[in-house]
């Protein structure tokens, strides 16, 4: 089976050890025997699950009976379901793909390269925190010092929610780097002060420090 096609395998065959071991070894897209249990499990909960499954090997009608649902009903949803996790996979591929692209235009210094690069894979992951740190970053190497300070504002926000203290506390230092620039002073040496309170991190404390005597307002 492959993960775009229609032909998904009958509920009487998902059902059939014997013909699901032969569909894997075919390596016919997803291994359909363990997405098929997975979506059961999802659907109906493992209780239920034990109950039924195993008992009603290649009996369509009897399995999707007593899960409450018809044959054609239980296919559809599956078939959903496999077409679901293909989009799942799809979109990580694209995710790697644009995150590589990224990492190789930063690798070389071209910023404005990698910026539309990270745009991409937050479009797809919004949630990673990493990748819009170095958005962040990517944004503040071209002194884009407002869209920066949001990107870096963001995951701050985001931390607050999910603690991440490796992530906040490089965004703290990014911040205080970028009011560095501004000519902030006070804002740079409250952000500085902020990794400090953070578990240290890639000597993260040391740079804080020694970017606050830079700014002559070391405590």
């Known amino acids: 089976m492959l993960a775009g096609d229609d032909r998904f ?12 071991r032969v569909l894997n070894k ?10 098929f249990v997975g979506w059961l499990h999802e659907e109906f909960g493992g209780k239920a ?6 008992r009603y090997e290649s009996d369509a009608a009897g399995f999707a ?3 409450g649902l018809s044959v054609e009903e239980i296919e559809t949803r ?8 293909a989009a799942v996979g799809d979109m990580e591929a694209q995710f790697r793909e644009a995150t590589a692209k990224a990492r190789h235009y930063g690798g070389l210094g071209d910023y404005e390269q990698a910026i539309p690069a990270l745009e ?11 990748t819009r740190y170095g958005l962040a970053v990517a944004r503040l190497k071209l002194e884009q010092l407002d869209a920066a300070e949001a990107e870096l504002t963001k995951i ?29 002073a006070d804002k740079a040496h409250e952000a500085y002060g902020q990794v400090l309170k953070l578990p240290d991190f890639r000597g993260m404390h040391e740079r804080a420090r020694d970017a606050r005597d830079e700014i002559g307002q070391d405590d």
């Open 120 to 130: 991409r894979a937050l479009e797809l992951r919004p949630e990673h925190l990493f």
């Open 9 to 20: 395998p009958g509920l009487a065959d998902l059902l059939d050890e014997e013909k699901m």
């Open 26 to 35: 075919a390596r016919l897209g997803f291994p359909i025997a363990g997405l």
């Open 156 to 184: 701050l926000e985001i931390h607050r929610e999910e603690s991440n203290d490796q992530m906040a506390l490089l965004a703290w230092y990014q911040l205080g780097e970028l009011y560095a620039i501004r000519g902030e």
């Open 78 to 85: 599956f078939a959903g379901y496999v077409r679901r996790q």
């Open 49 to 54: 699950i034990a109950e039924v499954y195993g």
């Open 65 to 67: 009976g007593a899960l």
